[in-house]
């Protein structure tokens, strides 16, 4: 076994997860949207993770809505390779759509509202632990 697969099999039995409290959407907007949880911004639009009661009374250009943020809470190397890969393998798999947001130490999986326990228990297979209590 490769030692970067070893190190990814040990971050995935030893990992935990959890999931955000309250429910998030992806909107596309003129600007960067006040009190975003993530804003992305490229040369054609600007997208912002908002929690979504704060969408409401705002004028967006479109709008997701039903998004829980699930997350790796762990330090991941950015030396490591696969582990988007796996997991996004995984929940593929599943029938899961996913959309991964990357942080300096960690990742956050979005996935729909009606898929969130199948997405936990495909993660569970992987050997993560799963922190059922919303934080």
Same mark, same amino acid.
């Given at each position: 076994?490769?030692?970067?697969?070893?190190?990814?099999?040990?971050?995935?039995?030893?990992?935990?997860?959890?999931?955000?409290?309250?429910?998030?959407?992806?909107?596309?907007?003129?600007?960067?949207?006040?009190?975003?949880?993530?804003?992305?911004?490229?040369?054609?639009?600007?997208?912002?993770?908002?929690?979504?009661?704060?969408?409401?009374?705002?004028?967006?250009?479109?709008?997701?809505?039903?998004?829980?943020?699930?997350?790796? *809470?762990?330090? +991941?190397?950015? !030396?490591?390779?696969?582990?988007? @890969?796996?997991?996004?393998?995984?929940?593929? /798999?599943?029938? $899961?759509?996913?959309?991964?947001?990357?942080?300096?130490?960690? *990742?956050?999986? +979005?996935?729909? !509202?009606?898929?969130?326990?199948? @997405?936990?228990?495909?993660?569970?297979?992987? /050997?993560?632990? $799963?922190?059922?209590?919303?934080?």
């Amino acid at each position: 076994m490769s030692r970067d697969k070893q190190r990814l099999g040990n971050l995935m039995r030893h990992g935990k997860v959890y999931v955000w409290k309250g429910t998030y959407a992806m909107v596309r907007a003129e600007r960067p949207c006040r009190g975003a949880i993530a804003v992305i911004r490229d040369r054609k639009e600007t997208t912002c993770l908002v929690e979504e009661p704060v969408t409401a009374g705002r004028t967006l250009l479109a709008a997701d809505t039903g998004w829980k943020i699930i997350t790796f *809470d762990m330090v +991941l190397p950015f !030396s490591l390779v696969g582990f988007l @890969a796996r997991v996004s393998a995984a929940l593929a /798999g599943a029938g $899961i759509s996913i959309c991964a947001l990357s942080a300096y130490s960690t *990742d956050h999986f +979005l996935v729909k !509202s009606r898929d969130l326990e199948k @997405a936990l228990a495909t993660l569970e297979k992987l /050997g993560f632990a $799963i922190e059922r209590k919303e934080r």
